[in-house]
């Protein structure tokens, strides 16, 4: 497993704010691979791309309401 942390400087949030923040990215090596963007206000956005191709996508502020939560499935 491989994974990856990187910060980056005011982006627009989910929230519409502009902030700092970082991102998480891991990989299994089997095909699996994540990215957890953290937003410095607590906002957060994660993708989740899975061996079979499917992929799953969530977008929460940071007063929890979810923006997006789709799945898109692989073959």
Known sequence: MTATISRFEARLAPCGKSVDGEVLATEDLQGL???DVRYACGC???????HD???HR??????GRVLVDEEFRGE
């Open 53 to 55: 191709g499917s992929v």
């Open 58 to 63: 969530m977008v929460v502020t940071h007063r």
């Open 44 to 50: 957060r956005a994660t993708k989740e791309e899975f």
């Open 33 to 35: 691979i994540t990215e």
